[in-house]
């Protein structure tokens, strides 16, 4: 044990703290430069002068090596396997970058009239048709910022709708008891109340959804938001007689669309009854993650909800010139400023325009092969409740272990993702949908040879917990820093450097 | 190329080692009804020389601040920053990360915040903020929730020279959770404390005013927000303009216990609107109640300083339908972006852009008032922006000035700024990136149109 810890604190001792930027101030140095001011100056009156004088500088060159350090302590899709289930972090695509970067997309003013920016509307309109096709429904809005204010906005239509309807009962929404939490908060940010409805081995208990309908009165309910492929990672099979009871009642249903990477060009959520989803760009359409966003979360809507979207909305007029509507009377109104992400938008554009149908459905077919074999490979270590490829039963694009296994022999599910570190491997989603799972998705991007590296890191992991358990129980060994306590941080926050 | 990397014999190598034959196995779970055989109804795939000429094409189409001088703001500017922004926030260690939910492996990540949180509680001069929200219309939007979350009060009463579109993200976002907006009407372009008086009372959550507000007045934060405090427990809350706390008062400064803000003039593009960022700042004791990720300062177990994730049980992923707001990804990547600049023009950078935006406006807009007819709208003072009323019709200078390649800022009237008005005022912004140059040709051009 105490060999352990040296070896820990040696590991990692060519890596010092990098100093935080307040604590490299040099005064009177900065990173820039400006030109002189070539107007006469004008007085700044007494009353509205003032400013802040704390915000530290220092020489341009520390600045690169400051965050050239910082970039160093960072997993990233662009160096390490990240598995991440649900997150869908695949390759993200250079030439994307460099469109999205190009002056005439990255130098318009939001306000500008609609002539000026036709190139950029255009791209808009076509983004917004592909993703009416790949949805198959009606209308697409591409206001929404990310999946959580895609769900908010979605429901929102769905509300207007009803009470355009007379409907002002339905106020209650269902969802899945394995919901992304955003799935809840969305509904409550909309004033709607959440019930909860069971799931059995990954997919919805559907007596228990006629149970919940019964229970509550099947008008008093707006929609039932499901994730299909689940965030189990299976396709509901029911889903079409989910529609039909959730439809039975008057109700919406509602696609979670964080998992299209397992649907694309193979099915289409219109085609099951969906009657609303949105989508994640930062996920299946690889606009990259930024360390937490942007994103955007585009909403697709049948007809009959289509009048309530938000507005702007971009159009084709007649003579094939691109416009905003802005005067859509039944419209929700506007969810966010100005006309949506558009830079991650053109990312969008771009990668959807790169794959092609074929392509797509190529994605689709890869992310979900992918997933199997890792699964075959795995599941004899790492327990899989839901897969058994012998009886037919495969996951989607993502799997999900519970090994328990391996926790009986004195680790946690912790120590073995902090192992995964050391390996350069970013851990997958853990405790999600079910306690003391992990959650591997290694979508279509992957290689082979990445595939069964990974592999050999879990199987390694597996025979350490067997031989050299203190290994994983104290891991990271190798990584930059050793277990953070997140206990002391939330019990006493420090959110800002004093 | 849909960038997948899999040969066909390794593909079936893996198809045995499932115990399969073909991938349509792995699809056998979808009922044949609704599989879409057809295939998807799209073009054809564009090779990466194809995207490059058709992104450039329809790039080429469009005319912005990249080929002409450009006065349009309302919560957009065309600001400057350094070019080495572009080139650290493109590394694909930054740039292809997730939310850093595991500290072992995302120190970069989570040192970047916690630095732009300080930066933002240092500029706004109060004590904590969040690691961003989508943008300032939705940042507004959150604050008002905050406010009422933690007061249990139904009311929020709300600047009418607010943004038109915060005010409108604002009344769909509250419109369902029985919350009620007061708008309180201004005088010659401003909010008088004596009407934040006139409409307060102890149902009232928050106090929500915009400085520089949409005409470009700057307003009296230090009235207003005493107002509100004459009730307890009222939030102050303020919409700032981050480069104008280079030099103005600061919302901390004014008594705002909640500070919001567009965070786009911090070193991000203008990007037709998006990718932006929305920044909340506030008090210390809001901490608990706090929408969106928190970076915390802690130690690891072998003591060194480090930093995590925190109090994440306020947010959906733990609390659900009781977190403190949906917000899942955020602006990750155009906060660090602010960070970069924030860091590279520290408070001095800052402070000269703030003072260059002010002396070239207020340069312009004397040059102005000298024209035959033309006028401030507003007697108050203000910042980088202010508006003129036009002799003659607002949308005939636009085009005049667009024809002759520039945008000389953005006309009031119309629905896309929501009906703020409908008479001929023109709102005009100045960076430190317009010349005295430019702006003397703006001024001989609306000469010559209202002439
Ligand atoms: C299943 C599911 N739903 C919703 C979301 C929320 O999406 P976003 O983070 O884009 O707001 C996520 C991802 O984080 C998710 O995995």
């Excluded at chain 1, 009177?28 to 915000?55: M, R």
């Excluded at chain 1, 109700?251 to 694309?264: E, S, V």
């Excluded at chain 2, 600001?79 to 260690?93: C, M, N, T, W």
Aim: proline fraction near 5%; aromatic fraction near 6%.
């Amino acid at each position: 044990m105490t060999t352990l810890k040296t070896m820990k604190k040696q590991s990692r001792g060519d890596k010092p703290t990098e100093p935080l930027v307040f604590e490299k101030h040099v005064a009177g140095a900065i990173g820039v430069d400006f030109p002189p001011l070539d107007v006469s100056e004008t007085k700044v009156p007494e009353e509205v002068a003032g400013g802040c004088t704390t915000l530290p500088s220092f020489g341009q060159h520390d600045v690169m090596a400051h965050y050239t350090h910082l970039s160093d302590r960072n997993f990233s899709v662009d160096g390490n396997f990240y598995p991440l289930g649900s997150c869908t972090m695949k390759h993200n695509p250079r030439i994307n970058e460099w469109g999205a970067a190009l002056p005439g997309f990255a130098c318009l003013h939001p306000l500008q009239d609609e002539e000026e920016i036709q190139g950029a509307l255009r791209l808009l309109y076509e983004t917004r048709t592909m993703l009416e096709e790949i949805a198959g429904l009606h209308e697409v809005s591409l206001q929404p910022a990310a999946g959580a204010h895609g769900e908010f906005t979605a429901l929102k239509v769905i509300r207007a709708y009803f009470a355009d309807h007379g409907q002002t009962n339905r106020t209650v929404v269902l969802a899945a008891d394995t919901a992304h939490g955003t799935n809840p908060a969305s509904c409550t940010m909309c004033g709607a109340s959440v019930e909860t409805v069971r799931t059995v081995n990954g997919q919805t208990d559907l007596s228990h959804l006629k149970e919940v309908i019964a229970r509550i009165g099947g008008g008093n309910i707006s929609a039932f938001m499901i994730t299909n492929p689940s965030t189990a990672g299976l396709f509901d099979s029911n889903i079409q007689e989910i529609a039909d009871i959730v439809h039975e009642v008057g109700a919406k249903l509602y696609l979670d669309g964080a998992n299209m990477n397992a649907l694309l060009g193979r099915v289409r959520p219109g085609d099951f009854g969906a009657d609303a989803m949105h989508y994640n760009t930062h996920k299946t359409f690889s606009t990259p993650h930024g360390g937490g966003g942007p994103g955007s979360g585009p909403i697709a809507v049948t007809e009959e909800l289509a009048p309530y979207l938000p507005v702007p909305q971009v159009m084709m007029a007649d003579d094939g010139s691109f416009y905003l509507d802005r005067e859509r009377e039944k419209s929700i109104g506007k969810v966010r400023s100005f006309i949506g992400q558009f830079g991650v938008l053109v990312r969008c554009w771009a990668y959807i325009s790169a794959c092609g149908p074929n392509g797509l459905r190529n994605v689709s077919e890869t992310a979900v092969l992918n997933a199997n074999y890792l699964a075959a490979r795995l599941c004899e270590k790492y327990p899989m409740p839901f897969f058994d490829p012998k009886n037919g039963k495969f996951c989607a694009h993502e799997f999900v272990t519970v090994p328990q296994n391996l926790l009986d022999k004195g680790v946690t599910l912790i120590d073995i993702t902090k192992r995964m570190i050391d390996y350069g491997v970013h851990p997958p989603t853990m405790h999600w949908p079910m306690h003391d799972c992990l959650m591997v998705e290694p979508t279509e991007t992957e290689s082979k040879q990445a595939l069964d590296s990974f592999v050999d890191v879990m199987l390694q992991i597996a025979d350490e917990i067997s031989s050299e358990i203190e290994l994983v129980q104290q891991s990271p060994l190798e990584s930059d820093i050793a277990r953070a306590d997140e206990v002391a941080a939330a019990r006493k926050p420090i959110l800002a450097f004093k | 190329m849909d960038y997948t990397q899999l040969n066909t014999s390794q593909r079936q190598e893996m198809l045995a080692t499932i115990g399969i034959q073909s991938i349509d196995e792995l699809f056998n779970v979808i009922p044949a009804e609704i599989r879409c055989e057809k295939g998807l109804d799209l073009m054809p795939a564009l090779s990466e020389l194809e995207l490059q000429r058709a992104l450039a094409e329809m790039a080429s189409h469009n005319h912005g601040a990249h080929d002409m001088p450009c006065f349009m703001g309302c919560g957009a500017y065309d600001h400057f920053y350094p070019a080495l922004i572009d080139q650290l926030i493109s590394r694909g260690e930054f740039l292809t990360s997730y939310t850093p939910y595991q500290a072992e492996a995302s120190q970069g990540s989570l040192q970047a915040f916690f630095e732009f949180q300080t930066q933002i509680a240092r500029l706004t001069g109060l004590d904590i903020a969040n690691a961003s929200l989508y943008d300032g219309a939705t940042a507004v939007a959150e604050a008002a929730l905050l406010a009422t979350n933690t007061t249990r009060r139904k009311e929020v009463l709300v600047a009418s020279t607010m943004h038109p579109e915060y005010i409108a993200v604002l009344r769909t976002v509250l419109s369902d959770v029985n919350i009620a907006i007061t708008l309180l009407e201004a005088t010659d372009g401003t909010i008088s404390p004596a009407t934040v008086a006139l409409n307060m009372s102890d149902a009232v959550a928050g106090v929500i005013v915009q400085s520089p507000n949409i005409w470009g007045q700057i307003e009296d934060w230090d009235g207003c927000f005493a107002e509100a405090h004459k009730v307890p427990k009222t939030a102050g809350i303020s919409v700032f303009n981050p480069i104008a706390c280079g030099m103005l008062k600061t919302p901390g400064s004014c008594g705002a216990d909640i500070a919001v803000a567009e965070g786009q003039p911090l070193g991000n593009a203008l990007n037709l609107g998006g990718p932006y960022l929305g920044l909340l700042a506030a008090k210390e004791s809001y901490t608990r109640k706090m929408p969106g990720r928190l970076v915390g300062m802690t130690k690891d177990e072998d003591g060194r300083r480090v930093f995590c994730l925190t109090l994440q049980t306020r947010e959906q992923h733990i609390r659900g339908a009781k977190a403190t707001s949906n917000v899942c990804t955020n602006q990750g990547l155009m906060a660090m972006r602010a960070s970069m600049f924030m860091t590279t023009l520290g408070s001095d950078g800052i402070k000269e852009m703030a003072t260059q935006s002010w002396h070239k406006a207020h340069y312009l807009a004397n040059e102005i008032v000298k024209l035959e007819g033309w006028k401030l709208t507003h007697g108050g003072p203000f910042f980088n922006e202010f508006t003129v009323t036009c002799p003659c019709d607002v949308t005939k200078v636009v085009d005049f000035c667009k024809s002759n390649g520039v945008l000389p800022g953005v006309a009031a009237a119309g629905r896309r700024m929501q009906g703020l008005s409908s008479g001929n005022e023109l709102i005009i912004a100045v960076t430190e990136k317009r010349t005295k140059h430019e702006m003397d040709a703006l001024v001989a051009l609306l000469q010559e149109v209202s002439a």
